[in-house]
């Protein structure tokens, strides 16, 4: 590898979800010095996260100019990484773990589900509760003490992009909508058929197909419900029953999660979609508008990321530093 500026020790952050792979190098204070994207590294959204995550490694290093030698930390968000008591129980952490293991990196890692590093960068180190909702989903609190319950250790699960799909295509097969609204002939449209009888059938056709490309084709066209949110609406029922299972995986963690009011903070593709996050905000603050909060993020989960891992050095992350890790710079795409 050329090394084309001076070497100095450096931090990695990664944040490897279902659609993505993002991984950040950065400096002792929190300066970001190169960054790549890549094909998702959540092992069960992803039969070639191995190559997705340490590939973008591999881009980002080679942006900076950095020998792998030089990390002095390392720290992973991985969708799909379990945690205890989780009712997502199907991953295998060792082999989620050793995705980062990149050639001649040898400096201490830590590996965590990437809702933790989403957490850690949207509140920024403070108690409260954080709604990742993309690819996959999580509803993550973490006390003052550090504790973490996911809403899953209460039985509960949200739902994701592909979710919010699922309902969209069932409730146009059982014709429970109205057959001129705007979002069929793009569901139609999307799926490749012509009408709602050969939806059906597609639909039951796909069951031959790899899990994995269908969860991505469903997932993907989940842009344009949330687009059409308020245009829609069959858009706007599939929008209030993914924010209504939501907004009760909030409340459930909220006595667990700090002092009132609760900061609650969004992220991921549909998290972070307007015409969701309004709905959510809705049901949270009308009937107990003092007891959560909803706020921006501070930092987007790669920061969250560099913050766990310059944490692991010992390095103080003060707010000076918080404001270096938010700032961007070009980031290397996969050629």
């Given at each position: 590898m050329n090394q084309t500026t001076p070497q100095h020790e450096?931090?990695?952050?990664?944040?490897?979800?279902?659609?993505?792979?993002?991984?950040?190098?950065?400096?002792?204070?929190?300066?970001?010095l190169a960054a790549a994207v890549g094909g998702g590294g959540g092992p069960h959204h992803n039969d070639d996260a191995l190559e997705n995550v340490r590939g973008t490694i591999a881009r980002?290093?080679?942006?900076?100019?950095?020998?792998?030698?030089?990390?002095?930390?390392?720290?992973?968000?991985?969708?799909?990484?379990?945690?205890?008591?989780?009712?997502?129980?199907?991953?295998?952490?060792?082999?989620t773990a050793a995705l980062v293991d990149a050639p001649g990196l040898?400096?201490?890692?830590?590996?965590?589900?990437?809702?933790?590093?989403?957490?850690r960068g949207a509140l920024s180190g403070r108690a409260g509760i954080v709604v990742v909702a993309g690819t996959g989903s999580m509803i993550l609190a973490i006390d003052e003490e550090g504790g973490e319950t996911e809403s899953g250790q209460l039985e509960h699960y949200a739902g994701a992009a592909r979710h919010l799909v699922y309902d969209v295509v069932q409730l146009i097969l059982m014709g429970d909508c109205s057959p001129?609204?705007?979002?069929?002939?793009?569901?139609?449209?999307?799926?490749?058929?012509?009408?709602?009888?050969?939806?059906?059938a597609a639909v039951l056709a796909?069951?031959?197909?790899?899990?994995?490309?269908?969860?991505?084709?469903?997932?993907?066209?989940?842009?344009?419900?949330t687009a059409m949110g308020e245009q829609s609406v069959l858009a706007g029922r599939a929008l209030?029953?993914?924010?209504?299972?939501?907004?009760?995986g909030v409340r459930l963690l909220a006595p667990v999660a700090g002092p009132r009011p609760v900061p609650v903070a969004c992220t991921g593709s549909l998290a972070d979609a307007p015409s969701f996050r309004d709905r959510l905000e809705r049901l949270l603050l009308d009937d107990e508008p003092e007891a959560l909060d909803l706020v921006p993020s501070r930092l987007e989960p790669l920061s969250g990321a560099a913050i766990l891992a310059l944490e692991a050095i010992g390095a103080e992350v003060d707010d000076a530093t918080i404001t270096r890790l938010a700032a961007r710079i070009p980031t290397a795409l996969p050629a």
């Open positions: 450096f931090v990695i952050g990664i944040d490897a979800g279902g659609t993505h792979t993002r991984v950040g190098c950065f400096a002792l204070d929190g300066t970001r980002a290093l080679d942006a900076g100019g950095l020998d792998p030698s030089g990390a002095v930390a390392l720290a992973a968000g991985i969708a799909g990484f379990e945690r205890t008591g989780s009712n997502q129980n199907n991953g295998d952490n060792d082999r040898t400096c201490p890692k830590i590996v965590v589900n990437d809702a933790v590093i989403a957490h001129t609204d705007p979002l069929i002939a793009a569901a139609l449209e999307h799926l490749g058929v012509a009408d709602v009888p050969s939806l059906h796909r069951s031959s197909t790899h899990r994995n490309t269908i969860k991505r084709s469903y997932g993907d066209f989940a842009s344009q419900v209030d029953d993914l924010a209504a299972r939501t907004a009760r």
